[in-house]
DNA sequence: GTGGTCTAGACCACA
DNA sequence: GTGGTCTAGACCACC
């Protein structure tokens, strides 16, 4: 009665999210070995059928494949991962528009905000 | 051991962050009346304590002010509510930046995204 | 059993330390009549035979007189009143010298405490 | 109706309260560990939620500091503990002042009394 | 063990 | 009605 507060989304697909998040972060690289399902299901305190259920669907969405025998491993095609990288991205900045839109904001001043904002240090590569 | 994945902040501060995001929104105006506290916990389908604890939060924020007997109320004090929708802004922005700066995406990129997916539409007046 | 911390002193001495304030106040005068048992009662909402101890307390410290048929009078023996006045200032002297010591300051820190918080307005005439 | 008489601050404020004295007085030691929640609620005669909040509101005030799983301490910050002590001070200075002046004395009166009633004995190191 | 959150149900003061 | 305090008893995460 009270979970209308924790519920969100399935832990398979928060984990997906993580594991895609760390894609596109790099933390995984293309052509990379995923922990097994047995060991990431011990890392993420989870049942070893959740983390099948997530690399079946990272699988379903190309961003890995399975070996067999050998293990998962992250993509190693180009488009997929620029695909992936810009749905991320899009979401991002969507994301945010709609979220200064809402604090009524225009477009002038959602640039100036970056601007602001923005410290210049250290510019990872593009993808 | 399984629930680092609902490892989200306690409800009384979920739902005060929604209030404020109300309030930001405009969704509750400045004067406004909140529900009372056990109008509030049935809506939420939460006890009346937490809801308590919520408006009690708030209130130490200095966004809502509670009259004795008559119920709890938006602040009409402009500073605060200027800071508050500062702060809010300054909170979708850096993480906006983050996000993107993960994405490995620069300033001059991140802005001409922006200029990409706004779409003119209506632009909402400002603070 | 959670009463350790509304107990306090009976509630007739209260009072009875109410009327002390008035009168060293000068709220009540000397020779002054106090209200009747009756409505002193329903004034503080309480039994009256509360307020019945009340002054029997009062007229056993000899502050006040009681007139039978007339009421209850603010003693006008002036000696009373200034051995009153005199005891309720060492108590608040000597409380204050215990509160500052137990600060960790020294006679010379407390003088120059007064000297400090002390604001010169209005001197009210001395007994 | 019948309760102007026990008017009293909540609970947990006065238990507050008497925390900071004992700070203030040196009975509790900087760094040092306050009893856990549930042993000072049985101490006070009081429930541990009450103690919860008692400690919350410390914490807030940033006397105290709690660490997970260990307990609750006194801070160990001097500027904050300085400013604590200069708090009451004002305080108890203050309502010394507020209390002479109804008895009708001036200041140069209230400092003759403090020479007279204090007792040279012991003075306590300064802060 | 520790503090932190939450529920259920009660009583209070204020208006 | 309103918000504010308190109790009783529970479960959680951290150490």
Aim: hydrophobic share 30%.
């Amino acid at each position: 009665m009270t979970d209308e507060y924790s519920a969100s989304k399935p832990i398979y697909l928060q984990i997906a999210d993580r594991i895609i998040r760390e894609i596109v972060r790099k933390e995984l690289t293309p052509g990379g070995k995923l922990p097994s399902v047995r060991e990431m299901a011990v890392q993420s305190g989870v049942n070893p059928n959740t983390i099948q259920r997530t690399y079946s669907e990272l699988e379903r969405m190309g961003v890995v494949e399975t070996k067999r025998g050998q293990g998962t491993f992250v993509t190693e095609k180009e488009d997929i991962l620029i695909e992936l990288n810009a749905k991320i991205q899009r979401e991002v900045v969507e994301d945010f528009i709609q979220n200064m839109k809402e604090l009524g904001l225009t477009k002038k001043e959602m640039i100036s905000s970056i601007e602001k904002y923005h410290s210049e240090r250290e510019e990872t590569k593009k993808w």
